[in-house]
């Protein structure tokens, strides 16, 4: 059975780093482009961006091009979503998901993690 | 403002048929698959049609997509108090700032 788990909620201040995970079972993780989407509290799904854990090539929205990092570590089937220097807008669920076709034309999501929710306070 | 333009809210009776409008560009629906998701309350979205109008396994055939030109459909029918939710397309958009988009979102009520 496929799934994709991801870390728990965090609560973390402005400023600080932050990095969350997305762990994939059931399948051969390289083969598979993991995404990461964005939803604010009451808002839509904004894609992030991508990555194939099999060559590290990764893929980013402008909009958060320079905003967070994405990465993976195919030795423990997981891939990672983090920031460098947190700001209350980050303040969002955060979803990962495995790309089903490795072409990007026909590039749709069938397997989701649960999401992690991200609070950033003062 | 998301790439494509879904209305923001549909409604219909139980057992009716709605119809979700998503509009795009050559860029993006024009070139490229579309897919849709429906996201109930407080879970993650789900897939519900890809490559335009095929439908996952375990998803009934009262959900259908199309795709003319830059623009994709979302078909229900037979409508249930169960559909009452969110639902998404996206597709790849192949400007110059490639990559993933989705539509701003239609929340469906079944009255």
């Known amino acids: 059975e496929v799934q994709l788990v991801q870390s728990g909620a965090e609560v973390k201040k402005p400023g600080e780093s932050l990095k969350i995970s997305c762990k994939g079972s059931?399948?051969?993780?390289?083969?598979?482009?993991i995404g990461w989407v964005r939803q604010m509290p009451g808002k839509g799904l904004e894609w992030m961006g991508i990555?194939?854990?099999?060559?590290?090539?990764?893929r980013y929205s402008p909009s958060f091009q320079g905003q967070v990092t994405i990465s993976a570590d195919k030795s423990i089937s997981t891939a990672y979503l983090q920031w460098s220097s947190l700001k209350a807008s980050d303040t969002a669920m955060y979803y990962c998901?495995?790309?089903?076709?490795?072409?990007?034309?026909?590039?749709?999501?069938?397997?989701w993690g649960q999401g992690t929710l991200v609070t950033v306070s003062s | 403002q998301s790439v494509l333009t879904q209305p923001p809210s549909v409604s219909a009776a139980p057992g009716q048929k709605v119809t979700i409008s998503c509009s795009g560009s050559?860029?993006?629906?024009?070139?490229?698959?579309v897919s849709w998701y429906q996201q109930l309350p407080g879970t993650a979205p789900k897939l519900l049609i890809y490559?335009?109008?095929k439908r996952p396994s375990g998803i009934p055939d009262r959900f259908s997509g199309s795709k003319s030109g830059t623009s994709a459909t979302l078909g229900i029918t037979g409508l249930q108090t169960g559909d009452e939710a969110d639902y998404y397309c996206?597709?790849?958009?192949?400007?110059?700032?490639?990559?993933?988009?989705f539509g701003g979102g239609t929340k469906l009520t079944v009255l």
């Open positions: 998901a495995r790309r089903e076709s490795y072409y990007d034309s026909s590039g749709y999501y069938n397997y």
């Open positions: 059931g399948y051969s993780f390289t083969s598979y482009w």
């Open positions: 990555i194939y854990p099999g060559d590290s090539d990764t």
């Open positions: 050559s860029s993006n629906i024009g070139n490229n698959y």
């Open positions: 490559d335009n109008n």
């Open positions: 996206g597709t790849w958009d192949s400007s110059l700032s490639a990559g993933g988009v």
